[in-house]
């Protein structure tokens, strides 16, 4: 790769979270940017809680051009938007910002990250039947993919049964037919409708921890289920779906493609895909 060539026009942009060492963002995002031969860095910052309002004034005062949102800034950050799109509405969180000359645009890209990563896995998951595990965040992103590609039935499973039943109510507005589409079970009830289920999605942090006890009895996996897990390594539950011989994921072609729409958004260049997962799968 060459070297990053920064002068007075090199545009900057960036992600915020807290912590955000861990993020993988400025690798490939700066990888595209000098794929395409950009003038542009991508940098983390990382912003404190109670610092997002002045690291949003700093953006506009900087002229930063855009900025990613990560944890736990991407629900906070929708009050100090001029406009957020339909996808930052329903899911209630944003993790790309757009800089117009210090208008503020917000999108969502985690929902279109998710959809483009299960076609590389099974293009003809529309007519698949899901189990999306969680209900926070991520869960809304996952829901909102699954609904706007044309999927006709979801079992919500999550430890709070309340915050799924809410999902349910935030989308009527997306899908009049979504109380239909969408069954809410709680977590301890996920055995019992592995058999009707094609596609299961684990969207909680469980599985991040070694430790973590397991979403469901994992045994009860059948090899026809197809399986991702969108945090971003190999969990127990898909070391399980590895063992059954069921086709999976993990959360890395749904960051890719966050990223890459992220990318898109901003600069209205297609992003350089392989330049990116190249970076991601070191
Ligand atoms: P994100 O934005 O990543 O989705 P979040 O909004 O904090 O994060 O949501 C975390 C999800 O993981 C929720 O579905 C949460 O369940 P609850 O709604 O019942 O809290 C789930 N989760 C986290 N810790 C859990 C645990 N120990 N057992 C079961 N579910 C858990």
């Given at each position: 790769m060459?070297?990053v060539?920064v002068?007075?026009?090199?545009?900057?942009?960036?992600?915020?979270?807290?912590p955000?060492?861990?993020?993988?963002?400025?690798?490939?995002?700066?990888?595209?940017?000098?794929?395409?031969?950009?003038?542009?860095?991508?940098?983390?910052?990382q912003?404190?809680?109670?610092?997002?309002?002045?690291?949003i004034?700093?953006?506009?005062?900087?002229?930063?051009?855009?900025?990613?949102?990560t944890?736990?800034?991407?629900?906070?950050?929708?009050?100090?938007?001029?406009?957020?799109?339909?996808?930052?509405e329903?899911i209630?969180?944003?993790?790309?910002?757009?800089?117009?000359?210090?208008?503020?645009?917000?999108?969502?890209?985690d929902?279109y990250?998710?959809?483009?990563?299960?076609?590389?896995?099974?293009?003809?998951?529309?007519?698949?039947?899901?189990?999306?595990?969680?209900?926070?965040?991520a869960?809304?992103?996952?829901v909102?993919?699954?609904?706007?590609s044309?999927?006709?039935?979801?079992?919500?499973?999550?430890?709070t049964?309340?915050?799924a039943?809410?999902?349910?109510?935030?989308?009527?507005?997306?899908?009049r037919?979504?109380?239909?589409?969408?069954?809410?079970?709680?977590?301890n009830?996920?055995?019992?409708h592995?058999?009707?289920?094609?596609?299961?999605?684990?969207?909680?942090?469980?599985?991040?921890k070694?430790e973590?006890?397991?979403?469901?009895?994992?045994?009860?996996?059948?090899?026809?289920?197809?399986i991702v897990?969108i945090i971003?390594?190999?969990?127990?539950?898909?070391?399980?779906?590895?063992?059954?011989?069921?086709?999976?994921?993990?959360?890395?072609?749904?960051?890719?493609?966050?990223?890459?729409?992220?990318?898109?958004?901003?600069?209205?260049?297609?992003a350089p895909?392989?330049?990116?997962?190249?970076?991601?799968?070191?």
């Open positions: 060459s070297n060539l002068d007075g026009e090199t545009e900057v942009y960036g992600i915020i979270g807290y955000v060492r861990h993020s993988k963002s400025p690798q490939f995002q700066t990888a595209a940017f000098q794929a395409l031969g950009i003038n542009a860095v991508y940098l983390p910052f912003v404190r809680p109670e610092d997002l309002q002045k690291a004034n700093g953006i506009k005062a900087l002229s930063i051009k855009g900025i990613n949102v944890v736990p800034h991407k629900e906070e950050v929708i009050k100090y938007l001029d406009e957020i799109s339909e996808e930052v329903y209630g969180a944003c993790n790309t910002i757009k800089n117009i000359d210090g208008y503020l645009q917000g999108f969502n890209t929902a990250g998710f959809i483009e990563g299960l076609k590389e896995l099974t293009p003809d998951f529309a007519d698949k039947e899901f189990l999306v595990i969680g209900a926070g965040g869960s809304r992103a996952v909102y993919g699954l609904i706007k044309g999927v006709q039935k979801i079992i919500l499973a999550n430890r049964v309340k915050k039943e809410e999902i349910v109510s935030d989308f009527k507005k997306l899908n037919f979504i109380e239909e589409i969408i069954e809410v079970i709680p977590l009830q996920i055995e019992n592995l058999k009707e289920v094609d596609i299961i999605v684990n969207t909680t942090s469980i599985g991040l070694d973590d006890p397991p979403l469901f009895d994992y045994s009860k996996i059948e090899k026809r289920h197809i897990d971003y390594k190999k969990t127990k539950l898909l070391q399980a779906a590895e063992e059954k011989g069921c086709l999976y994921q993990d959360g890395l072609p749904m960051l890719l493609y966050q990223g890459a729409k992220a990318f898109e958004i901003w600069t209205g260049q297609r895909i392989e330049v990116m997962r190249e970076i991601l799968s070191k």
